[in-house]
């Protein structure tokens, strides 16, 4: 493991790891934009659950947002990213900063996972918790619900699961009911999404969708090279109705878009670059049809260049070019003779 300097605190990362701790080495963050939107609903004070902490990046930013007198409960399954976590939370004096060896889900359950190969190079922040056979490095892990904790406050939640944001509501339903956080779901595909936007109906939540880039020009490291491209971030802003003036003044700002449909989700999805390439190319249409798809903004620029092509063989085929003909073609055997005798010069 390395010990790096971030906008966090100093980080514990993995060499090894592809994206997060690539971005922590190299810009000194992770998900800047993102974590700024985040922090329009944190408070001095404020209660908060980082479900899916991986090595801590949001639940040491929600410490400086909360503050001493504020409370994070850190979430992590796996036992040797957790021992990375409570590192950070350690290196860091985060004493506001609780963290749980556990998974979130919607029931009490014990899942068989192996062993990350820390060594071999991947994207372990993307891991999906799904329980595996038994093995001899095999190892037990607690999966939990928030309902069975029975928090007294809770007034911020932050879940990034890789699929399982709508297992883990349907175990905080009451809590949820009950003390009424605002809540920010990731969002990978239509699949996920849509069993967050069901949810958020049937408690009486409103939906906001943010976009936000992976990589941020002021960065903390100044870094200018963007190994991120345009890849981009969905999140799914889940708001009660008591803090719905407030999201709406952030509309401008974030570029929050309500969704209300599974056309809008669709529609946000589409405007993250990745979706194609992370989630349509794995499903049975695209073995028929490809993700080559048209677009909007491609037939858009295929008709501008069809535009541009016309004109200049309208412009070519006029009688003033026909007639000025001869006089460019002197003129350019005059450049060509000036460069031949250096008259140029």
Known sequence: ???????????????????????LTMYGEWAKNEIDFLKEFITPGAHVLDIGSYIGTHALAFAQFTGSQGKVYAFEPRREIFQILSTNISVNQC???VAFNMGVADQVEQATLKPL?????????????????ATADGYQATITTIDSMHLERVDFMKIDVEGMEQRVLNGARQTI???????FCECNSID???GVLAFAHSIGYKVFGVLSDAFSKNNFNGVGDNFFGEFKELGLLLVPLHRLEHAN?????????????????????????????????S??????????????????????LESQVLEVHRVKNSFSWQVTKPIRFIAYLGRRLSAVC????
């Open 249 to 281: 003044s952030l509309l401008n700002l974030y570029r929050l878009c309500p969704v209300d449909t599974l056309d809008t989700l669709a529609l946000l999805l589409l405007h993250k670059p990745q979706y194609s390439d992370a989630e349509l190319a």
């Open 342 to 345: 250096g008259f140029d010069n």
């Open 1 to 23: 493991m390395n010990l790096v300097k971030t906008k966090y605190g100093e980080m514990q990362v993995i060499p090894s790891d592809s994206v997060i701790s690539r971005s």
């Open 95 to 97: 004493t506001q900063v």
């Open 117 to 133: 190969d820390l060594d071999t190079p991947d994207n372990f922040g993307g891991q999906e918790l799904a329980s595996q056979e």
């Open 283 to 304: 499903t049975p249409a695209a073995k028929l049809l490809g993700t080559m798809y048209p677009s909007p903004l491609s037939r858009l620029l295929a008709a501008q």
């Open 177 to 183: 009911t009950n003390r009424k956080p605002s809540i």
């Open 192 to 194: 996920g999404g849509a």
